[in-house]
């Protein structure tokens, strides 16, 4: 019996040692490419991204971090840990902003992994914008606080230009206020009886605007346009931008017919308060 018992005990011991002596390897970072420019697409040399520095053109590259676990440990686990990645940039009268990446099982990924960001975009302390020219020949999708009091527009090709940390914040923000059933939503925004709610502004040179709504509603809930669960609202108006950043909207029916002051302006994002608020 102590004889089966020492092998026993020694079988145990000989598991764990292995274990905990054996390792995994799992993704801190994977390799970031990139280049940084300000708004008039001029390269940000000598800016500061994470532990690196940009070239004159703008590029930069940080490389590939990794970190090791015990078997044993991630055996309980189950699965792959998250990937999180934050790199602060960052220079002189530049707004500074991060790269941020998520992903939920990324830690698994194995080595050699790259992530090409292309182009990022950083704004300068003293950034002047033309709005008009920003909003014209151009849609916009928009998200409106219930009173509409507060519109969050980010342009049709947000995602594909705009990518840093600021980016992801304001659009969460927006996605509060277009569907109740986003995974950032704390509270619902929407009307009560309204489930997602798409929003489309398309701006013309000619000073007009087209606007295009679409709602779902709740199951039980009925729209009052009509007698299905869905409906879609279209009409046109005005617009016009004075010289202390005010938009007019014209518009016979939407709630947005209004004046708002643009509280937060960049090429691919717009933050616009009700004036008086």
Known sequence: MTFKNNL???????LFILSFSSCVSRLARPEIRGIIMDYHRNPVADCKVGETITAKDGSFSLPERRYRKFLLSEMFMMEAPPLMVMERIEKE?????????FNRYG?????????????????????????????????WNA????NADTLYLIRT?????CKTRKCQI?????????????????????????????VNLTFKSDQTFDYKQVQNYRDGHKS?????????????GKWKVNDNKILQLELQKP?????????EIEDYKLMLIKSGI
Do not use: M, W
């Open 8 to 14: 026993f005990t020694l079988v145990i011991s000989g």
């Open 224 to 236: 009052p346009l009509n007698n299905k669960g869905i409906d879609s609202l279209q009409a046109s």
């Open 107 to 139: 830690g698994g990924i194995s080595r050699g992994a790259k992530h090409h960001i292309d182009t990022l975009f950083l704004k300068r302390a003293d950034q002047q914008f033309d709005i008009a020219a920003l909003l014209k020949d151009k849609t």
């Open 143 to 146: 998200g409106l606080t219930k």
């Open 170 to 198: 304001f659009y969460d923000k927006y996605n509060e206020l277009t569907d109740s059933y986003s995974l950032s939503t704390s509270a619902r925004n929407l009307p009560e009886t309204i489930t997602r709610r798409s």
């Open 255 to 263: 709630a947005i017919a209004s004046q708002y002051r643009l509280a």
């Open 157 to 161: 090709d947000f995602n594909t230009h």
């Open 93 to 101: 009268g530049f707004e500074p902003d991060d790269i941020y990446l």
